[in-house]
């Protein structure tokens, strides 16, 4: 079982950063994939990164590649989403989860853990 906490977010102009953290527990954390997602208003949710569990293989959506950075520090359980030059369009409920599969899982069906989720909203 893995029990996973975002935090981070907040209201940043248009062209600023943040950072997201997922804080996770329990000791298998080390050896699950994980991936952010994300949903706008009205929106489906929709993909934005993926990391395996050693961190050594990322990827990311289109819409995202080149301004955030996914990385994760097993010994702190903890995963990351480094956004930076936001735009409004960025504007969701990011959501971190877990995959059982160790390696870079895109869809998220394949995710078996959520968090509850943290605002980001870019104003232009």
Known sequence: ???L???GGGLVQAGGS???SCAASGR???SYGMGWFRQAPGKEREFVAAISWSGSNAYYAETVQGRFT???DNAKNTGYLQMNSLKPEDTAVYYCAASRLPAV???GVNYDYWGQGTQVTVSS
Do not use: A, K
């Open 18 to 20: 943040l950072r997201l």
């Open 5 to 7: 906490v975002e935090s």
């Open 28 to 30: 298998t954390f080390s």
């Open 105 to 107: 899982v895109v869809g």
């Open 1 to 3: 079982q893995v029990q």
């Open 70 to 72: 996914i990385s994760r």
